[in-house]
Antibody
Framework: EVQLVESGGTLVQPGGSLRLSCAAS????????MDWVRQDPGKGLEWVAR??????????EYAASVKGRFTVSRDDSQNSLYLQMNSLRTEDTAVYFC???????????WGQGTLVTVSS | DIQMTQSPSSLSASVGDRVTITCRAS??????LAWFQQKPGRAPKSLIY???SLQSGVPSKFSGSRSGTEFTLTISSLQPEDFATYYC?????????FGPGTTVDFK
């Protein structure tokens, strides 16, 4: 059974930093492209960032709204995905989902999400 | 960025109904279109990728099709567990973009 378990979400002040983690099991993690997708509570879905698999040299892509502030990384030896979030803004408040994609498909498996609240 | 629109934004249906949801891309995306189902308080679930390929374990009552830049998700016979919000996603180019969602509720 595939499991993606996010952690690290909490209340943080504007301008602050936070690191989200995602622990994966049940998949060959190093073969997967991994993404972060967020959802403002009660609203739609927004893609945040991607880190490609080992075969694609772990290259990254970012949404314009987070580029320069967020950094996605992974540790294939630990089957873990991370999102370093700096200079947080109130508009970054959302549930953040960790998502895996096998080659040839997209967003096959989703974690349960972790809530990040940016507020003073 | 590629804009995705969905219609309708919501619909009311009964058990056993055939339901069709449409997603339109602002430019060509080939077959790089996926569909997801989300229930309240839950993570989205993948239904279809590459416009018409069913994800493993997804029942065959779900199907997807494409005509140019218009994509359709069809549920052949709506069941109680299908009442949810459905989103499309284009993944041809970055940034990946989702449609705004279509909520299917009970008539």
């Amino acid at each position: 059974e595939v499991q993606l378990v996010e952690s690290g979400g909490t209340l943080v002040q504007p301008g602050g930093s936070l690191r989200l983690s995602c622990a994966a099991s049940g998949i060959t993690f190093s073969d997967q492209h991994m993404d972060w997708v967020r959802q403002d509570p009660g609203k739609g879905l927004e893609w945040v960032a991607r880190i490609r698999n080992r075969a694609r040299s772990h290259t990254t892509e970012y949404a314009a709204s987070v580029k320069g502030r967020f950094t996605v990384s992974r540790d294939d030896s630990q089957n873990s995905l991370y999102l370093q979030m700096n200079s947080l803004r109130t508009e970054d408040t959302a549930v953040y989902f960790c998502v895996s994609s096998r080659v040839g498909s997209v967003f096959d498996h989703w974690g349960q999400g972790t809530l990040v609240t940016v507020s003073s | 960025d590629i804009q995705m629109t969905q219609s309708p934004s919501s619909l009311s249906a009964s058990v056993g109904d055939r339901v069709t949801i449409t997603c339109r891309a602002s430019q060509g995306i080939d077959n790089s279109l996926a569909w997801f189902q989300q229930k309240p308080g839950r993570a989205p679930k993948s239904l279809i990728y590459a416009a018409s390929s069913l994800q493993s374990g997804v029942p065959s009552k779900f199907s997807g099709s494409r005509s140019g830049t218009e994509f359709t998700l069809t549920i052949s016979s709506l069941q109680p567990e299908d009442f949810a919000t459905y989103y499309c996603l284009q993944y041809l180019t970055y940034p990946f973009t989702f449609g705004p969602g279509t909520t299917v509720d009970f008539k």
